[in-house]
């Protein structure tokens, strides 16, 4: 029986695409002053884009949200103490860990020390009370 042939698959990954403000705005402008039928499809076509783009835009611009144009996806960035206190824990974490392996190792080395002191105290029991 033959073994199939191992597959091996590339991994192609989509990045998302960024509009900056200023091209947004550009692109809404030249989708305004088109006035012949077809003639934004051929701008969506040309610039690579999707009607969706254009009614987000201009949505966007309706609402007056210039900064919104240009806002950036993706999750915000968290405050310099929200990150300390990340880091404070993960080493309280490890540093607990650290603290319980130390403290099995003292007591196993209680335990090994009972145990070679009870050896050497039957070793030097006379030869009769063994």
Same mark, same amino acid.
């Given at each position: 029986?033959?073994? #199939?042939?191992?597959?091996?698959?590339?991994?192609?990954?989509?990045?998302?695409?960024?509009?900056?403000?200023?091209?947004? $705005?550009?692109? +809404?402008?030249?989708?305004?002053?088109?006035?012949?039928?077809?003639?934004?499809?051929? +701008? $969506?076509?040309?610039?690579?884009?999707?009607? *969706?783009?254009?009614?987000?835009?201009?949505?966007?611009?309706?609402?007056?949200?210039?900064? %919104?144009?240009? @806002?950036?996806? %993706?999750? =915000?960035?968290? #405050?310099?103490?929200?990150?300390?206190?990340?880091? $404070?824990?993960?080493?309280?974490?490890? $540093?607990?860990?650290?603290?319980? @392996?130390?403290?099995?190792?003292?007591?196993?080395?209680? =335990?090994? *020390?009972?145990?070679?002191?009870?050896?050497?105290? =039957? *070793?030097?029991? #006379?030869?009769?009370?063994?």
């Amino acid at each position: 029986m033959a073994t #199939p042939a191992r597959v091996t698959e590339t991994e192609v990954r989509a990045q998302r695409r960024r509009f900056s403000a200023a091209y947004k $705005l550009r692109i +809404l402008e030249e989708a305004d002053a088109c006035t012949e039928p077809g003639a934004i499809g051929a +701008l $969506l076509r040309r610039e690579g884009l999707y009607a *969706s783009h254009l009614t987000t835009w201009r949505a966007q611009r309706a609402a007056g949200v210039q900064a %919104g144009l240009s @806002q950036a996806r %993706g999750r =915000k960035p968290q #405050p310099a103490a929200a990150r300390e206190l990340a880091r $404070l824990r993960q080493e309280n974490a490890r $540093l607990q860990a650290e603290l319980a @392996q130390a403290r099995e190792v003292i007591d196993v080395q209680g =335990k090994v *020390s009972t145990l070679l002191r009870l050896l050497a105290d =039957k *070793s030097t029991l #006379p030869p009769s009370a063994k």
